[in-house]
Structures are given as C-alpha cells and as structure tokens.
C-alpha cells in the first residue's frame, strides 16, 4: 500500500484554525476505522481524533469541541478541522488506520506549528 499523503498545515496564531487533509488509496481508508495522530520530537504519536466508517467519531480530551474529524469515502479522503488552535496543538500531524494490522506505511505528515 502506498503511504497516505497530509496536507493543510502550518504556522498559526492562537486561536487561529487549519483544515488537514488526508489522501489515501486502495480499501483501507474506504473501510477501515481512520485517525489523525500528533507527534512532537521524542514523544510518541498520540491519537487526536478517529472516525469510523459510518461516521461515529472520537476525540482525544484535549481536542474536544475544536477539532471535527470527518471523511469522504468517494474521494478516499479525511480531513481534520481545527479550531481555535492552542501551542499545545503543535506537532506533526499523520493520518492512518486506526487498528495497526490495517494500517499503511506511515506518510511525512504535515507540520502544525501555533504561536501564542
């Protein structure tokens, strides 16, 4: 499987919102339960959102009523709104099959970076 590829980052001011997006081919990302994951330098990647197939979703605490998750499974594609970004939003951004053994080789991510 090809790597999905994130796009939509970048520098923001606190309070300010960015719209990921997440391009992903073959079955996986049409089927399969798909998150958004943040990673900061040494830390491990965490899950910040998830979305099933049919749409039911799930937020990390710290995200929750800022980001929406959502997909359209007629372009293979899942996007991440957020809203009034914080600076500990920051990191870099990877989206992927929720469940490992279904999961595509990790892409580049795209970096979000907010400024206080």
């Known amino acids: 499987q090809v790597q999905p590829v994130e796009s939509g980052g970048g520098l923001v001011q606190a309070g300010g919102s960015l719209r990921l997006s997440c391009a992903a081919s073959?079955?996986?990302?049409?089927?399969?339960?798909m998150g958004w994951y943040r990673q900061n330098p040494g830390k491990q990647r965490d899950l910040v959102a998830d979305i099933t197939r049919g749409g039911s979703t799930n937020y990390a605490e710290s995200v929750k009523g800022r980001f929406t998750i959502s997909r359209d499974n007629t372009k293979s594609t899942v996007y991440l709104q957020m809203n009034n970004l914080k600076p500990e939003d920051t990191g870099v951004y990877y989206c992927?099959?929720?469940?490992?053994?279904?999961?595509?080789?990790w892409g580049q991510g795209t970096q979000v970076t907010v400024s206080s």
């Open positions: 073959g079955i996986i990302v049409r089927f399969n339960t």
């Open positions: 992927n099959a929720a469940v490992p053994s279904t999961r595509y080789p």
